[in-house]
């Protein structure tokens, strides 16, 4: 397929590697933002082909595994109600509350419905007039757009049972926290680039100038990946901090302009809690007081809802790239996919669950076969045990 099948060339991203190699000189710790970036890294590879110099570690660029626990507690509660139809993307059925999951609400006789667009949870309100539609707005700035949407198109059709549970969050603020933390070790971050292809890159410019880090705007394929890297180690290298785009078939430096405008019409930034990291100052969207009647947390009382993290599980430490999956000592024994104790071993882009279903790739040297030369046209990769 044109435009994959190139970014994904055993041969290209070999030279890529050979380019980090022959350039870096000194130990650098570069952060892949987004979730599936890490499930690339870890699919194909990539870590095995830098030189052991070069350090990845994986941020909180899954939309899912940084949802807060007492939100999804929130939802488990919204769910449960018998007046309620309760729509949400797939991979948030499983992501464990307190105490149960929406698909175990859901077997309990609770209405919970699978979509793929809140368009469709605003279609079923349409369809439905006799039940309260709820939508669980989650995602970066990527998904914000399509629910903003939804919600100014409830509004303009009247309709008064349609409401949406928001978490939506924003990176930028994300990588201020993360850099600002006594913890950090990261030197360098490859942004991700369908985030960017809407927000745009300028708010990514004073991030590394105040704290010294480049920041590559990049794709999700492994030759993006790479060349993502090896632009971070150039710059790390020269002593240079500065924003440079990767990703430049999809990106421009200013957006998607008609999204930002829809953006800022419907949701104004607040305060959000990251699970596993805590809370990070103007870092999430909430509806403006034009949209709050369609606010599911106001609507349904359920601002009073919190909850605590099992104690076994590290993901706030994967989430801030300290610790990485294997890290866990429940990971792969007491959490698996199917009895998770995180949201990070649930989510299609949840680190946890990539090293689950590729670590077999993980320890593939730079002499071996590559994943790329027989696993690049979209196969699934093997699980060990």
Known sequence: MKYVDEFRNETLARRYADRIRATVTKPWTIMEIC???THTIVKYGIEALLPESVT?????????????????????AVAARPDVIFASFGDM????????????????????????????????????????????AVGFET????????VRRAQQLGLRNFSVLCSH???????????????????????????????????????AARHRVPIIVTGFEPVDLLQGVWLAVKQLEA??????????????????????????????????SWRGIGLIPQSGYRLRDAFAEYDAERRFDAAGISAQESPLCIAGLVLQGVKKPHDCPAFGTLCTPERPLGAPMVSSEGACAAY???????????????????????????RTS
């Open 169 to 207: 969050v924003l990176v930028p603020p994300a990588i201020d926290a993360l850099l600002s933390s006594p913890a950090n070790r990261v030197q360098a971050f490859l942004a991700a680039g369908h985030v960017c292809a809407v927000m745009g890159y300028e708010d990514y410019r004073p991030l």
């Open 93 to 136: 059925l499983r992501v464990p509350g307190s105490g149960k999951d929406l698909l175990t609400v859901k077997a309990e006789g609770g209405d919970v419905r699978i979509v793929y667009s809140p368009l469709d949870a605003l279609a079923l309100a349409q369809r439905r007039p006799d039940r309260e539609i709820v939508f669980f």
């Open 56 to 76: 990845l570690v994986h941020g909180p660029g899954c939309p899912v595994c940084v949802t807060p626990l007492e939100l999804i507690d929130k939802a488990l």
């Open 356 to 382: 689950y279903h590729y670590r077999n790739y993980s320890t593939v040297s730079p002499s071996s076969p590559s994943p790329l030369a027989g696993e690049g046209r979209g196969g699934g990769g093997r």
């Open 35 to 37: 979730g599936g970036q």
């Open 143 to 150: 998904t914000a757009p399509a629910t903003a949407m939804a």
């Open 239 to 272: 002593g240079r901090a500065e924003v440079e785009n990767q990703y430049a078939r999809a990106v421009r430096p200013e957006g998607n302009q008609e999204a930002r405008r829809l953006l800022d019409e419907v949701f104004e930034p607040t305060d959000r």
